[in-house]
């Protein structure tokens, strides 16, 4: 079983940066691919930003040029730096990991962290 807890949410004025961490326990020997996912009320689920093993990066159009993803896969955590906040990125952030290779030898798919909550308001 693998479990991703995150922090780093909070309340920011818009302009104001924050960084979410995301760390994924558990049997685990290799995570292919972590990422952040976004869910706004009333919205779908939407891609932030997602990163391989190898540092290969993707980010929503939304917030290219102002988020930045990186991971640490000793420690099998996922950052993500977050500049220049707008109130339309207030969501819940949702941590992702996704071709798990645990000690099992075995591959397990898509786990999900519990979301952190992002707000941005004056």
């Known amino acids: 079983q693998v479990h991703l807890v995150e922090s780093g949410g909070g309340l920011v004025q818009p302009g104001g940066s924050l960084r979410l961490s995301c760390a994924a326990s558990?049997?685990?020997?290799?995570?292919?691919?972590m990422g952040w996912y976004r869910q706004a009320p009333g919205k779908q689920r939407e891609l932030v930003a997602a990163?391989?093993?190898?540092?290969?990066?993707n980010y929503g159009d939304s917030v290219k040029g102002r988020f930045s993803i990186s991971r640490d896969n000793a420690k099998n955590t996922v950052y993500l730096q977050m500049n220049s906040l707008k109130p339309e990125d207030t969501a819940v952030y949702y941590c992702?990991?996704?071709?798990?290779?645990?000690?099992?030898?075995?591959?397990?798919?898509?786990?999900w962290g519990q979301g952190t909550q992002v707000t941005v308001s004056s």
């Open positions: 990163i391989t093993s190898g540092g290969s990066t």
């Open positions: 558990g049997s685990i020997f290799s995570i292919n691919a």
């Open positions: 992702n990991a996704d071709r798990v290779l645990v000690v099992a030898g075995t591959y397990e798919y898509d786990y």
